[in-house]
């Protein structure tokens, strides 16, 4: 609490700080050990050491490696820490990540995560932390360059992965909205794999606590396009597909008329350069009765989400828009479409091999044989390159 205080006052000269007072007073007979310090450091009331805390670099140095210490011996066993690390001493502790250096911040990260799975998520103000993390992932990367480093990024990922994991569900729905808005930032820039799996990690947890509309489902279609594939992405789709259920892949392609190719194709919206084409009345009718028959169908998958009412209708149009999203980029990922929609081939070709993977659970959907006919469409442009000897490299997964 000393050390919260002297951070927050951010004192440039006379900041003195009595420290060891329990275990100088053990050996207060001892008038020689006393004397062999500057009198400078010799407290008035009082046994302990006077330590000068004037000034950013001293009072973080001093922090820092405080709190590295506790961190060793919680990690060593929790009976060197016995009597110390108490709510207050924690509350403490991790209120100095408002404050301090990259170098501070990582050791509270720490301390907070070792807490946690050495002791108990219970005693630490888990919401609080979550928060500060969020709020640190928000900012501009370049602004914070200075700090966010790959080990400041790991050091981060793992307190997220320890605390949200951890932590009783009510925190996961409070802090639900705050990392579904940095989720997509944050894996796409941190250099760590460690916060990009975290940030997995708390969003599939998400996605198995709250409804739809929190976790935003269409936002994993921007991680389709990462320049490296990673593979915590693909559970986090094929997780969005069994909460949804069978509606948003679609019944089994053997029903032509059922299938959700020929549904969606009835909303097919037109390409970029050319015009809408004009339907009458009787063509829009069909249209409608198509869109209530397809949400009606996906409604029936989307109880156990919400109840009846606003939540449930969310719900569907959440289930129904992402559906439609799919279909409208399974399409685009063609190379026949390349000119239209221009898509680096080896971009193209990682999608759909993420999509593979994340749909392959259900092989008998009209959305699946879709993905894998795009597959086998690049195959001719595949062998072309190595026929031309155009050194060609992208990763099927």
């Known amino acids: 609490t000393d050390l919260q205080y002297v951070a927050s006052k951010h004192t440039e000269s006379g900041c003195l700080l009595k420290c060891f007072c329990g275990s100088f007073s053990?050996?207060?007979?001892?008038?020689?050990i006393f004397s062999d310090l500057p009198e400078r450091f010799?407290?008035?009331?009082?046994?302990?050491?006077?330590?000068?805390?004037?000034?950013?670099?001293?009072?973080?140095?001093?922090?820092?490696?405080?709190?590295?210490?506790?961190?060793?011996?919680?990690?060593?066993?929790?009976?060197?820490?016995?009597?110390?690390?108490?709510?207050?001493?924690?509350?403490?502790?991790?209120?100095?990540?408002?404050?301090?250096?990259?170098?501070?911040?990582?050791?509270?990260?720490d301390f907070a995560r070792i807490v946690a799975t050495v002791m108990t998520v219970e005693i630490l103000p888990t919401e609080t932390i979550i928060r500060s993390i969020t709020s640190?992932?928000?900012?501009?990367?370049?602004?914070?360059?200075?700090?966010?480093?790959?080990?400041?990024?790991?050091?981060?990922?793992?307190?997220?992965?320890?605390?949200?994991s951890l932590c009783p569900g009510y925190i996961v729905e409070s802090t639900a909205a705050d990392i579904v808005n940095v989720f997509t930032r944050a894996v796409q820039i941190s250099r760590s794999s460690e916060l990009q799996a975290a940030m997995c990690?708390?969003?599939?947890?998400i996605v198995e606590v709250c409804p739809p509309q929190v976790w935003k489902p269409e936002i994993l279609l921007k991680l389709l396009y990462l320049p490296k594939p990673y593979d915590k992405v693909t559970e986090c789709i094929r997780l969005v597909v069994d909460k949804f259920g069978q509606s948003l892949v679609s019944v089994d392609a053997s029903d032509d008329r059922g299938s959700f190719q020929e549904k969606?194709?009835?909303?097919e919206l037109p390409k970029v350069g050319q015009k809408r084409v004009a339907q009458n009345q009787e063509n829009t009718l069909y249209k409608r009765q198509k869109?209530?028959?397809?949400?009606?169908?996906?409604?029936?998958?989307?109880?156990?989400?919400s109840p009846a009412g606003i939540g449930h209708e969310l719900a569907k149009d959440y289930a129904y828009d992402l559906q439609l999203s799919l279909n409208s980029r399974i399409k685009f990922l063609s190379p026949d479409n390349h000119n239209a929609y221009p898509l680096e081939p080896d971009i193209a070709i990682q999608v759909l091999s993420l999509l593979s993977l994340s749909f392959c659970v259900n092989p008998k959907t009209s959305l699946f044989i879709s993905?894998?006919?795009?597959?086998?469409?690049?195959?001719?442009?595949?062998?072309?390159?190595?026929?031309?000897?155009?050194?060609?490299?992208?990763?099927?997964l």
């Open 201 to 205: 990690n708390a969003y599939m947890r």
């Open 26 to 32: 053990d050996i207060l007979e001892s008038t020689a």
């Open 42 to 109: 010799q407290p008035k009331n009082g046994p302990g050491v006077l330590i000068d805390l004037s000034g950013d670099m001293r009072w973080c140095s001093f922090a820092t490696s405080l709190i590295r210490l506790i961190n060793k011996c919680l990690t060593d066993g929790t009976l060197h820490v016995e009597g110390i690390v108490t709510m207050p001493f924690v509350s403490a502790a991790c209120s100095i990540l408002c404050y301090g250096d990259e170098s501070l911040h990582k050791v509270c990260f």
């Open 136 to 164: 640190i992932l928000s900012q501009d990367v370049n602004e914070l360059s200075s700090i966010r480093d790959p080990d400041y990024d790991l050091s981060m990922g793992a307190c997220l992965n320890a605390l949200h």
């Open 264 to 267: 969606s194709e009835v909303f």
């Open 371 to 396: 993905i894998s006919k795009q597959v086998l469409s690049w195959i001719p442009w595949i062998c072309k390159q190595a026929t031309e000897k155009c050194f060609f490299s992208f990763d099927m």
């Open 291 to 305: 869109m209530s028959e397809s949400r009606s169908t996906i409604g029936s998958f989307m109880a156990k989400f």
